[in-house]
C-alpha cells in the first residue's frame, strides 16, 4: 500500500471514529435538558436552613400553535447554601438542569442587608451562568413573583423578560441591572448599585415594576420612590419617557423627554468646599399642560422646566447624600479623575458628605405636542 | 515585509487572550500594570526590530541552517534543545488554558480527557504538516477570522456596558514601579516574530523592516494589550478585578447583542480566541517538532522510504499534554507559567548570543 493510500485510509477512519462524538451538546441532546429560566433565592421558612431556593423551569411546547397556555415548573427547595438546593432539585427532575439560558435572578428583600457575597457567590462561581442575566428584588418573596403569569403572557414568552431587556415596554420606572453591573457596582468602592424592585400581587396575576433599592455592603438598603426611581434611570440610562412632573411660575407640564445626559466634574479646590458639577442636557417635548401654550414662549418653557427639574436632581443627590449611598457614582468619578495615593479613598470618605451639588441644566423643548 | 510574517506576529498577540497573560496583568492593575506594559511594549518591539532585522540578512535559511553551517555541535545541540522546550512549553501553556478555559465556560460536565483529547487530534495533524503548510493554514484562519474579529472590537469598543470610568480609574494608578512580573508578560506578547527560527526558510526574498510595518506592529500589540487590560476592567469593575480568574471570557460574557445572532456574544469571541489558540499551538510545537528533528532521529523507527520518528515525537507531544492538562490545576498552571515568563530574558539572552555567535561564523 503506497503512502497516499495509507494516509487517506487513517484519516477516514479517524473521521467515522469522530462521527459518534457527534451526538449533541457535551453528549446530552435538547431532549434530555430542562431549561431554567429563573432562579428565586429567599429566607428559609424552616430553622436550620439558610435560603429557600426556587427553580422556574421551562416545560417543552410541541409547536406554538398547539399551545394555548404557558406552562412552567417550579420547584422549592430549603437547604444552607444556594449550590446545594440546586443539586438537590437536580434530583426531582428526570432531565439534566441547563442554567445556561437562565436570565431571571431574584431575591428577596430580606437577603439583601448586610454583606451580599456569600449570597452572590456561587451565581458568578458558575460559569456556564450569563452574567448577563437579570438581577432584582422581589416583593413579597422570590417565589411569588416567580409564579406569578401575567393573563398576557404568551405561550413561549416569559414576561419578566420583557420588562428588563427593552424591546418590550420601555418605561422609566424600570431599572435594568445586570448581574455583572450588580457585582462591578457593589464592589467599586465610591459607587453603590441599584436593583429594580419587582412586585407580586396577591392573586398572582399581575407585577409591577416602580421601584428601586439602592444597596452596598457598608450601609442600610435605601429605597427609592418610583419618583425618584425614574429619575435615577433617566440620568444613568438616558431612558426617556413620559411623566416628568414640573410645577413652576404658574404652569402646570408634563414632559416627554427624549435623551438625556449627564455629565459629572468632582472640583476639590483647596480653600473652597468641594463641589460636584453635574452638566445635565436633556430634550424633550411638552405632553400634558393646564394652560394653553404659545409656541413662540417655547424657550421660556425650557427655562422653567429646567429650573424644576435641576430642583428635582439636586434634591435626589442630597438624599442619596444623607443615606450614604452613591448609585450615580460619584465617588468613582472622583477616584478616575485624580492620580491614585494611598489616601484617595479616605479623602473621598471626608469628602461625600461635605459634597455641594451644582446643577446645570440645559433643558431643550422642541414642540409643544400637537396643540398650542 | 512578507505578509506571513505580520500573522505570525498577530496570532502570538491575539493568542494572548488565551493564555495566563490578561490575568497576569489585571492582578497587578493597582500595581503598576500599566507602566509595566509601557515598558515591555518599547522591550518587545525592539526585540521584533532587531531579530527581523538580523534573519533579513540570511534569506531563505533557518536557524538549523545556520547554526549548522556557521556554529558548531557543542553549541548547536544546548540551543536547540533549550529552545525545543522554550516553544514546547509556550504551546502547552495556551493548550491547557483553553481547556480550562473550555471546562469553565462550555462544558463543565463534560470530561478533561475528552476536551483535551478533541482538541489535541486536529494539533497531532497541525503539528505534522509542511512548515509551507501552517503558513498557509495560518493565513486561512487569519482571512477567515477578520470579519469576526471585527465585529468583535466594534461590539466591544461600542457596547454601553463598559464603564470607561473604570478604565480611568486604571489608567489613574499609573503613578506605581513597574514589576518584573507584568513587564516579561508584555514582552511575550511581542515574541511571534521569533517563530522565524522555522519559518524564515519560505521568506526567500529579502524582508525590509520599515518604519511603517514597525507602526503597524507596534499599533497593533497595543490594541490588543489594550483590549485584553482595560475591557475586563471596564466590564467588571476595577477594585475586585484580581478576582476572576478567567478575567476576559467572565467579562466579554457581559456584553450583549440583542438583535444579533446569538445573545450571549462570549460564544462568538470564544470561537475566535480557541480557533487562534489552536493555530499558536500548532505553531509552537510545530517550530518545537522541528528543532528536535534536526538533532534526532531514530534509525530503528525507518521503514523503507517511510522514517517515523516525527509520529513518535509529535505522540510524545500529545502524550505529555495530555498528562500536563490532567494533573494541572488553576493555581499551578498561574504559577508555573508566571516562572516561564520569569525566564523570558534569559531566553532573549540565549537569543541574541546564538545570533552573535552565527554572524561570527558567518563573517568568517
Known amino acids: ?372 | 515585509m512578507s505578509r506571513f510574517l505580520y500573522f505570525l506576529i498577530f496570532t502570538n498577540m491575539m493568542a494572548i487572550i488565551t493564555t495566563p497573560i490578561p490575568r497576569i496583568l489585571l492582578v497587578q492593575s493597582a500595581d503598576g500594570a500599566i507602566g509595566s506594559m509601557i515598558i515591555g511594549t518599547l522591550a518587545g518591539v525592539l526585540f521584533t526590530y532587531i531579530t527581523v532585522k538580523f534573519f533579513a540578512q540570511f534569506p531563505g535559511m533557518d536557524l538549523i541552517d545556520l547554526l549548522q553551517t556557521y556554529t558548531s555541535s557543542w553549541v548547536r545541540i544546548p540551543i536547540t534543545i533549550y529552545f525545543t522546550i522554550f516553544w514546547f512549553i509556550a504551546g502547552l501553556i495556551t493548550l491547557v488554558m483553553t481547556v480550562f478555559l473550555l471546562i469553565t465556560f462550555l462544558t463543565p460536565e463534560m470530561s478533561i480527557y475528552i476536551i483535551t483529547l478533541s482538541i489535541l487530534i486536529t494539533v497531532f495533524f497541525g503539528v505534522l504538516l509542511k512548515s509551507k503548510s501552517v503558513l498557509f493554514t495560518l493565513e486561512i484562519v487569519f482571512i477567515l477570522m477578520i470579519p469576526v474579529g471585527l465585529l468583535m472590537f466594534f461590539k466591544l469598543y461600542s457596547a454601553p456596558e463598559v464603564e470607561w470610568d473604570q478604565a480611568r480609574l486604571a489608567i489613574m494608578h499609573i503613578n506605581q514601579v513597574p514589576k518584573y512580573g507584568s513587564i516579561v508578560a508584555t514582552i511575550f506578547v511581542f515574541l511571534g516574530c521569533s517563530n522565524l527560527i522555522i519559518f524564515n526558510r519560505y521568506f526567500k526574498e529579502k524582508q525590509k523592516v520599515s518604519l511603517l510595518s514597525l507602526g503597524a506592529i507596534t499599533l497593533f500589540g497595543v490594541v490588543m494589550l489594550v483590549t485584553s487590560y482595560f475591557i475586563p476592567i471596564g466590564l467588571s469593575g476595577f477594585d475586585r478585578i484580581g478576582q476572576l480568574i478567567f478575567p476576559w471570557t467572565s467579562s466579554a460574557d457581559a456584553v450583549r447583542m440583542k438583535f444579533g445572532l446569538i445573545e450571549r456574544v462570549v460564544f462568538i469571541f470564544m470561537f475566535i480566541f480557541v480557533t487562534i489558540a489552536f493555530v499558536s499551538i500548532i505553531i509552537h510545537w510545530h517550530i518545537s517538532y522541528k528543532l528536535i528533528l534536526s538533532i534526532f532521529r531514530l534509525k530503528a523507527l525507518q521503514v523503507k522510504q517511510q522514517n517515523f520518528t516525527p509520529f513518535l515525537v509529535v505522540t510524545v507531544f500529545l502524550l505529555i499534554g495530555l498528562w500536563i492538562t490532567a494533573l494541572l490545576t488553576q493555581y499551578e498552571l498561574y504559577q508555573y507559567t508566571r516562572y516561564y515568563y520569569y525566564t523570558i530574558p534569559l531566553f532573549i539572552a540565549v537569543f541574541f548570543l546564538t545570533m552573535m555567535a552565527i554572524k561570527r561564523g558567518a563573517s568568517k
Open chain 1, 1 to 372: 500500500m503506497s503512502s497516499k493510500w495509507m494516509k487517506v485510509a487513517v484519516l477516514s477512519i479517524l473521521l467515522i471514529i469522530l462521527t459518534s462524538s457527534i451526538s449533541g451538546c457535551a453528549y446530552k441532546g435538547v431532549d434530555k435538558r430542562a431549561f431554567v429560566v429563573g432562579i428565586g433565592v429567599d429566607p428559609a421558612k424552616e430553622n436550620g436552613n439558610k435560603f429557600r431556593v426556587t427553580l422556574k423551569l421551562a416545560k417543552p411546547i410541541a409547536s406554538l400553535k398547539s399551545s394555548t397556555a404557558n406552562e412552567y415548573e417550579l420547584l422549592v427547595h430549603e437547604s444552607d447554601s444556594v449550590a446545594e438546593a440546586i443539586r438537590f432539585l437536580e434530583t426531582r427532575e428526570d432531565k439534566v438542569m441547563d442554567f445556561s439560558q437562565t436570565k431571571i435572578l431574584a431575591l428577596n428583600e430580606d437577603l439583601l442587608s448586610g454583606d451580599l457575597f456569600p449570597l452572590m457567590d456561587y451565581f458568578v462561581r458558575r460559569g456556564d451562568l450569563q452574567l448577563v442575566l437579570y438581577v432584582l428584588m422581589a416583593k413579597p418573596t422570590a417565589e411569588d413573583v416567580l409564579k406569578a403569569q401575567p393573563p398576557l403572557e404568551a405561550a413561549g414568552e416569559n414576561s419578566l423578560y420583557n420588562y428588563f431587556d427593552k424591546t418590550g415596554t420601555e418605561s422609566p420606572f424600570v431599572t435594568t441591572t445586570f448581574l455583572f453591573e450588580f457585582r462591578r457596582d457593589y464592589d467599586t468602592k465610591g459607587k453603590s448599585s441599584a436593583l429594580p424592585i419587582v412586585e407580586a400581587n396577591e392573586a398572582g396575576t399581575q407585577l409591577t415594576v416602580t421601584n428601586s433599592i439602592v444597596l452596598k455592603n457598608t450601609v442600610e438598603p435605601y429605597v427609592l420612590t418610583p419618583t425618584e426611581t425614574k429619575l435615577f434611570n433617566t440620568l444613568v440610562d438616558g431612558a426617556g419617557g413620559y411623566g416628568y412632573k414640573i410645577e413652576n411660575a404658574g404652569y402646570k407640564f408634563m414632559l416627554t423627554l427624549d435623551h438625556v445626559k449627564m455629565k459629572i466634574k468632582i472640583h476639590t479646590n483647596d480653600g473652597q468646599k468641594p463641589r460636584a458639577e453635574v452638566k445635565i442636557k436633556a430634550v424633550g417635548a411638552i405632553s400634558e399642560s393646564d394652560k394653553l401654550l404659545k409656541l413662540k414662549d417655547l424657550d421660556h418653557y425650557s427655562k422653567i422646566s429646567g429650573e424644576q427639574f435641576g430642583e428635582q436632581v439636586k434634591n435626589l443627590f442630597v438624599d442619596l447624600q444623607e443615606k450614604n449611598v452613591d448609585p450615580f457614582g460619584f465617588g468613582l468619578k472622583y477616584r478616575s479623575s485624580r492620580l491614585n495615593t494611598k489616601d484617595t479613598l479616605d479623602n473621598w470618605k471626608a469628602i461625600y458628605p461635605e459634597l455641594e451639588f451644582d446643577v446645570k441644566m440645559d433643558m431643550q423643548l422642541k414642540s409643544v405636542g400637537a396643540i398650542e
